[in-house]
Each structure stands twice: as C-alpha cells, then as structure tokens.
C-alpha cells in the first residue's frame, strides 16, 4: 500500500493520521521554546533548523517524491478466502448396481410409460433370473428429499404391487441424483416415511450422508414396475427444445436432465452404454427430442402456452401432449385413444425414424411383435415446422393419403 506525504498537514491511514517531517519540526520548536534555560533553548533551536534545512534540499532535489508506507499484510475479520479450484462435477467411482444383473438400460429423452410425455430419466432392467438387486451410491452425496407411494396396478403381468420409494441425492456442484421405483431402503431413510401416500411428491427430509458405496436399498422385480429409475439433474446444463416456454413455465424434469451414465470413467461408462436398449449404443440420448422440419419430438394440443408440459388431459382419442420418438431399439408413440404407448419395431414394413419424416408417414399398428394381426395406424402429416395434423384409425390398413376429414391438430 502506498501513500504520499503532505508538506503541511500529514497523511491519514484507515482514519488515523500520520505526521510528516515538518509536523514534528514544528512539534518540537513549540516543546523546546518552552524550556527554562536560554542556552539550552537556542543550542536546541540551532540543531533542529540544520536538520529541516537538509530535509529541504532532499526534497528539492526529487519535488515530487513520495513517502513510502511499509505494506503490512493486513486481514480483516469480515475476509473470506476464495476457493484454491472451481467447482467440478462428481466423478461416480461405484456402479450403481452389480452390471451383471442388468438385461438393458434405456436412453434418455424416451417415452415415459404413461405415453404422456418424454423423461429425463434412463430405465433399468433387471435379467429374467434376478429377482433382486442392491443398489449403491455411485459417489459421495448427501439424501435430502423424497416420496413412499403406492403403485396403482397399471400393467399387467408385473405382479403385486408394493410402494415405491423416490430418492433424491445432492451430489455437490449443482448435481442432483434421483432413484425411483425403489422397494426397499436403509432404515435411516425409511423410518422418515410414515404410510405411502398415492402420489409421488416429494418432501425435505432430514439429510442423510453416503459415502460411494454405501448401500442405499433394493429394487424388487415383480413389485408392480418393470424397471427402476436413474435420473441426474445437472443446473449448469439447459437443454433446448422447439418451444423453450412451454418446459420454462412450471417444472420440468427435462430442462436440466444428463444422461447418468456420463459421470463414469470411461472404461464404466462403457459397460452402461453396451447395455442401451439391449443391443448397445453410442448415444445416450438426447434429452431433448425436437427435431426441427421432422415429426419428432414433443407435440401439444394448445397452440399457446397455457398450462405445464405434464397437463394430461384427452380430447376425444388424442391426448394433450403427444410424444413421438426413435429410441435405439423402436419408435414409441404416446397415447392416444385406449393405447398408453404405440411401439413399431424395426421388423414393421412402416417403420422410419421419426426425424427422417419431414413431410407426412403413415404408421401401421401391429397388435404383437411378430406382425400377425393389423390393429390400426396413425397417419402423421407436417404442416409446417410448428404443426402436425394426425389422424388415428382404430382398424384397417394405412391410407395411400392423409384422410382429408377428421384428425387432430398438434403444436411445437
């Protein structure tokens, strides 16, 4: 720190103020004028004018010269010490579960099983033989939120239902972790659950830390749900879509949603990527599955922004949102009519991926995977970049053209 002397007044230092050379100059002819002895007093006074006669040829010689100030290191009580590295994402140093027990995981931005809208979300699924699995923390996080609810018996095949638990983690560094469909949990988390609600709301919970790991529950085959949940929400990372206010205005699970399985080291991450849709893949997504000029993607029945992307309400046969999606082993269609998902396998003579249509496909629904029995087809047609007409035939075979009555209007 440095400041400049004064000739007349001093200077001042954090409101304390310093004198100069002529300050004590003139201090001392006031202390030493009063002095009883008259030899004294003038022997002074001679001593003191040749000491400010020097003083003033060394300023002469250099007019503008400052005082130096000793820097001393100063640290008051209100510093705070910055952070010696930016923060970095989590690096998950445990597989989620054993690898050996998973048939296949999905890709983010599919179809949700309610054929209502896409998810963030990978699925897991477990191999026919394995009836039960742990599941462990991948990394160090910290349990702070989550639900126990009761699983309606949508599917068939799948068993008796038993509640679910829906775990959310803070993994650091604006990272959040979410588990879902798990059946049973350490007692740490479970004893903060009373009776299963029918919704799946989360709530603030006493924290509860993991180390990478650590057992965290199981997930249950044959417990009413097919597969279970991983999901990360990254605050750093927005995805973009065809209209951004409509995943802007309430909440969005997609927004801020990253494939889980990027966090591993390579040579992890590429046991998980071998596993997508069964076959392997190396695409993890997109989050987002709005193609510009194709079908794909997410479709709704209001032109305007009205409601959240999760309003799901019917009109007629059709559905308020539509997802229409090419995962890596099918394309799925949402609901519409009685149907929760339409899937067209490759083996259908109608299949295309969604985002190599940019003017109009029909789509033939077959009722079982080996294509013996027709049960219908949607006619897709693109209007423009921003609107889709689709027609629903609950029978018959595709039309060579797009019916010219009927139908339904969808928007971006």
Known sequence: MQAQSSTTRGITIFNIAIPTRIDIFLGACIFIIKLSSKCVKWVLILIILSVGCVSQLEQQKNPISTELIPQIPIKLPFQLELPSQEC????????LLDPTHIK??????????????TEGRSYIYLKDQIKKT????????????GAYYKVPPIVKGLGEPIPDYALYFDAGCGVEIHLGHLKEVIPEIARQFSEPKFDSRTEQLTPVKFKAGDLIGYFVTGAGVASFDFMIHDSSVVNKFANQARHEYGSSNLIHAVCPYDFYPPQMKKIYYDL??????????????????????????DKEVRASIYDYRQEGVYGNVLPIVGDVDRIIIGKIADRTTTPIYPNNPTYKDPKEIHSEHC?????????????????????????????????????????????QIYYR
């Open 134 to 145: 742990a599941i462990y923390a991948p990394t160090n996080m910290t349990f702070t939120r």
């Open 88 to 95: 970095s994402n989590p690096v998950f140093t445990h597989h």
């Open 363 to 407: 789509y033939q629904i077959y009722q079982t995977y080996d294509l013996s029995t027709k049960n219908g087809y949607v006619f897709f047609k693109l209007v423009d970049d921003r609107t889709l007409s689709v027609f629903y035939g609950a029978s018959g075979e595709c039309p060579l053209s797009f019916p010219r009555t009927g139908g």
């Open 104 to 117: 296949q995981v999905g890709q983010i931005g599919t179809v949700h099983g309610s054929g209502q809208t």
């Open 276 to 301: 997508i849709g069964g076959i392997g893949s190396k695409d993890c997504g997109p989050v987002s599955r709005d193609f510009s000029g194709t079908i794909s993607g997410l479709w709704f029945l």
